[in-house]
Structure formats: structure tokens, C-alpha cells
Nanobody, 121 residues
């Protein structure tokens, strides 16, 4: 069973930065596509960013210039760098990668459990 460990969330003041990590368990072969979503209280889950297996990254317009997605294939980890955070960025952030378990396996989509980000003074 693939385990995803999200970390890096917490309380930060407006204008601050956080880097979220999403690490796949050691028994996974590799992550293909990496994605991040967030869900604010009483709102629907919102797609934020994706990165392809080749490393091509894109983020939605609402966070462009502040958020960026990256990956470390050796560490089987996808990151979300968040800068100039605003109170409206407060939400639970979820990673959503496609993971291949074995060298001949098929990519399967998984959700992390989420990590809370709170932006407040």
C-alpha cells in the first residue's frame, strides 16, 4: 500500500513562506505526475499545480507568481513552495500524485491526508 507523507504546513504570518512536501513511501517505484490541491473551510477542493514526469510545471493563475511546484525524483517527493502567503491561502493542502509501485506497474492516483496551512497575524 502506497503511503504519502505530507509535511511543511503550519501557522505563518501574512507575507511569509512555507514549503510543503509530499513523499511517497520507500516501496514505491516512482511518482509520474505530481499535483497539489487545497480546500478552505466550507469551500470545494481547488486544484493548484501540477508537474509532469519530465518536470514541466504549471500553477493556476490565482497563485501564479507566489506558488511553485517542483520534484525530487530520487526522493520520490513533490514540493509546493508558497511565498507571500495571504490569509485567503488558509486551507488544508493535499498532494495528489500518480504513483507507480513496481517497475512494470501502472500509475495509480493517490491522495495524501492533507496538511493544514494557516496564514494569520
Amino acid at each position: 500500500q502506497v503511503q504519502l507523507v505530507e509535511s511543511g504546513g503550519g501557522l505563518v504570518q501574512p507575507g511569509g513562506s512555507l514549503r510543503l512536501s509530499c513523499a511517497a513511501s520507500a516501496d514505491t517505484y516512482r511518482i509520474t505526475y505530481g499535483r497539489w490541491y487545497r480546500q478552505a473551510p466550507e469551500k470545494e477542493r481547488e486544484f493548484l499545480a501540477t508537474i509532469t514526469p519530465e518536470g514541466h510545471a504549471s500553477v493556476v493563475d490565482s497563485v501564479k507568481g507566489r506558488f511553485s511546484i517542483s520534484r525530487d525524483n530520487a526522493q520520490k517527493t513533490v514540493y509546493l513552495q508558497m511565498n507571500n502567503l495571504k490569509p485567503e491561502d488558509t486551507a488544508v493542502y493535499y498532494c495528489n500524485p500518480d504513483v507507480i509501485v513496481g517497475p512494470r506497474g501502472k500509475a495509480t492516483n493517490y491522495w495524501g491526508r492533507g496538511t493544514q496551512v494557516t496564514v494569520s497575524s
